[in-house]
Nanobody, 130 residues
Framework: QVQLVESGGESVQAGGSLRLSCVAS????????MAWFRQAPGKEREAVAA????????YYADSVKGRFSVSQDNAKNALYLQMYDLKPEDTAMYYC???????????????????????WGQGTQVSVSS
């Protein structure tokens, strides 16, 4: 059973930066698509970014393009989300996700769809004050 553990969430002021980490308990294998989602109180879970594990292709929501960057460290089974120029609207619980049973690259057709992922971490809270 694959487990994902996120960390790095904090309370910061607008304009600040944070780096979130997601570590998988085992090597999920590749190709594989892993993604970051976020959910604010009273709102639906929304996709933030995704990356091909073992590859270089990345995908971003329009709201974070140019400010967030997703990366990986295969040796550590880790996925990262570097966030710059944080805004109050970035406040949310951030989750990483995967589907260990599917060996496929990320695609613009589905990377943003939470139903495509079956393993989720417990989340890490990001709070941005103005």
């Amino acid at each position: 059973q694959v487990q994902l553990v996120e960390s790095g969430g904090e309370s910061v002021q607008a304009g600040g930066s944070l780096r979130l980490s997601c570590v998988a308990s085992v090597d999920i294998g590749r190709p594989h698509c892993m993604a970051w989602f976020r959910q604010a109180p009273g709102k639906e879970r929304e996709a933030v970014a995704a990356m091909n594990i073992g590859g270089t292709s990345t995908y971003y929501a329009d709201s974070v393009k140019g400010r967030f960057s997703v990366s990986q460290d295969n040796a550590k089974n880790a996925l990262y989300l570097q966030m710059y120029d944080l805004k109050p609207e970035d406040t949310a619980m951030y989750y990483c996700s995967a589907h260990p049973g599917r060996r496929r690259h990320c695609s613009s057709d589905y990377w943003w769809n939470p139903d495509e992922y079956i393993v989720w971490g417990q989340g890490t809270q990001v709070s941005v004050s103005s």
